[in-house]
């Protein structure tokens, strides 16, 4: 059964880094569009990363240009963020999303989440 898992996630200090990973099972990254999604306590999910199927742009949120950078490797089949530069208001469940096209359909994936939290 199709499903991607995150993990990578964890506590650090503000200036740090972390690197997350989403695998995917069932499908191929290189077939689907990747996003990473954060949701703060009380606030909405937001869109940090993306990265399309073709693997040749990425996108990323006005807060954490510079400082993260989303990339595939299609051998492990996964997705990576890495996080540098941390700040505590990176603090956040992150998510991995893959929308992947069979044909003319897509479909959705989420994974479960891992916490980041960035503090001293």
């Known amino acids: 059964q199709e499903h991607v898992v995150e993990s990578g996630g964890g506590l650090v200090q503000p200036g740090g880094s972390l690197r997350l990973s989403c695998i995917a099972s069932?499908?191929?990254?290189?077939?689907?569009?990747t996003t990473w999604y954060r949701q703060a306590p009380g606030k909405e999910r937001e869109m940090v990363a993306r990265i399309p199927r073709s693997g040749d742009t990425t996108n990323y949120a006005d807060s954490v240009k510079g400082r993260f950078t989303i990339s595939r490797d299609n051998v492990k089949n996964t997705v990576y963020l890495q996080m540098n530069s941390l700040k505590p208001e990176d603090t956040a469940v992150y998510y991995c999303n893959a929308v992947n096209w069979l044909g003319a359909t897509a479909y959705d994936y989420w994974g479960q989440g891992t916490q980041v939290t960035v503090s001293s």
């Open positions: 069932g499908f191929t990254f290189s077939s689907a569009a």
